[in-house]
């Protein structure tokens, strides 16, 4: 029998979450993006106020380093947080713990990164992920594309986004208008 969303022990899973600094010190890929992007986020001043009213709160994200979508975003959520001081964020390895990632699958796929947003008491306030909304969609409307053509593109429109749709999103304020145009186009 299936065990509700709710009956998650978020404490528990907590104590097993990696921080940012050892999750990107043991990452066997991309450990260099995972720092770069980090250094190089920019958080914008709205955001340091959208999160503020977020004291005690914690952000468990379940990801893998070798996820693009995850070292494009998960990242910059980090230096947020770390920003903030008052909001911790810890990650937990989708392949290390599959009975959570099947809580959270996108169209049925263990799709990355998952955010989840917990109150004081581990309470799941909010979930995000595993792209921004706008991406999302592009993603689905085009899954068909080579990947050698469709990362590219993702890739340019999260360097061009610079983590505001998923700022956005994550903190509840819903998302930017920014298109990716039609199929090849970028």
Same mark, same amino acid.
């Given at each position: 029998?299936?065990?509700? !969303?709710t009956d998650?022990d978020?404490a =528990?899973?907590?104590?097993?979450? !990696?921080?940012y600094? %050892?999750f990107v010190?043991e #990452? @066997? @890929?991309?450990?260099?993006l995972?720092?770069?992007?980090?250094?190089?986020?920019?958080?914008? &001043?709205w955001?340091l106020? =959208?999160i503020?009213?977020?004291a005690?709160?914690? /952000?468990?994200? /379940?990801a893998e380093? +070798?996820?693009g979508?995850?070292?494009n975003t998960v990242p910059i959520?980090?230096r947020?947080?770390d920003l903030?001081g008052?909001? &911790?964020l810890?990650? !937990?390895r %989708?392949?290390?713990h599959?009975?959570v990632?099947d809580?959270y !699958?996108?169209?049925?796929?263990?799709?990355?990164?998952?955010?989840?947003?917990l109150d004081?008491?581990?309470? $799941?306030?909010? %979930?995000?992920g595993?792209?921004? =909304?706008?991406l999302?969609?592009?993603?689905?409307?085009?899954r $068909?594309?080579p990947k #050698?053509?469709?990362y590219p593109i993702?890739r %340019? +429109?999260?360097?061009r986004?610079?983590g505001?749709s998923?700022l956005q999103?994550?903190?509840g304020m819903? #998302?930017?208008?920014?298109?990716?145009?039609?199929?090849?186009?970028?």
């Open positions: 029998m299936a065990t509700a !969303l998650l978020f =528990a899973l907590w104590d097993e979450a !990696l921080d600094g %050892r010190n #990452a @066997k @890929k991309h450990q260099a995972w720092r770069d992007v980090y250094r190089l986020a920019r958080i914008p &001043d955001a106020d =959208a503020r009213p977020l005690g709160h914690r /952000i468990v994200v /379940i380093d +070798w996820c979508d995850a070292f959520l980090a947020l947080c903030s008052h909001v &911790d810890r990650i !937990l %989708r392949d290390e599959p009975e990632m809580r !699958l996108t169209n049925g796929a263990r799709s990355i990164p998952i955010v989840i947003l004081e008491n581990f309470n $799941e306030v909010r %979930r995000w595993p792209r921004p =909304a706008v999302q969609e592009w993603y689905l409307t085009n $068909e594309m #050698a053509e469709r993702m %340019r +429109w999260y360097a986004d610079r505001e998923m999103e994550v903190l819903g #998302a930017r208008d920014q298109g990716l145009g039609t199929r090849g186009q970028g």
